[in-house]
């Protein structure tokens, strides 16, 4: 079935970068990135969740977007660690639907309202892929493209995010 157009598939339209958008469920269906790599037939090592982390320190610092593979965890110590933070938390879901106009189990980096209020990260493990699978910015919609794209796309910086 062809993929919705989402605001991610419509920006890398745009920048003429190839992708391929697979639609594995609809919008009222969730699926944890787990349940999606096996409905897609994917390794979960190349299934990237999009997480929203906050500074604890700073109240109007910058929200992290982190990209992680979905079958690890995030490690909060690690990753303030690699940023020189002294404390991060997981955003709740009603922040990170707030601060990313989108549902969770749908967030996606290439569909940010304003990507330039989030500092983009991504798991150091990337490095090693060739395609790497993410959200369209739609529960149910995935996109794999080149991991190069992706970090290009979104000056994503590669951080130690998981043990």
Not at 1 to 6: C, G, N, Q, S
Not at 133 to 146: K, N, V
Request: charged share 25%.
């Amino acid at each position: 079935m062809p993929a919705r157009k989402t605001q991610a598939i419509r920006l890398l339209d745009a920048k003429r970068i190839p992708y391929t958008a697979t639609v594995y469920g609809d919008a009222e269906t969730f699926h944890s990135a787990d349940e999606a790599a096996a409905i897609l037939g994917i390794p979960l090592s190349t299934m990237y969740k999009t997480l929203v982390v906050l500074r604890e320190t700073r109240a109007k610092a910058t929200p992290l977007i982190v990209m992680i593979a979905s079958n690890t965890e995030l490690d909060l110590k690690l990753l303030a660690s690699s940023l020189n933070e002294k404390k991060l938390r997981m955003s709740t879901q009603k922040e990170a639907e707030r601060l990313t106009g989108m549902q969770v189990g749908g967030i996606s980096v290439l569909s940010l309202r304003n990507p330039a209020a989030f500092d983009i990260l991504i798991d150091e493990r990337a490095r090693d892929l060739e395609t790497i699978h993410i959200s369209a910015g739609e529960r149910g919609i995935e996109i794999a493209l080149a991991t190069t794209h992706l970090v290009a796309l979104t000056s994503a910086k590669y951080v130690r995010a998981t043990a």
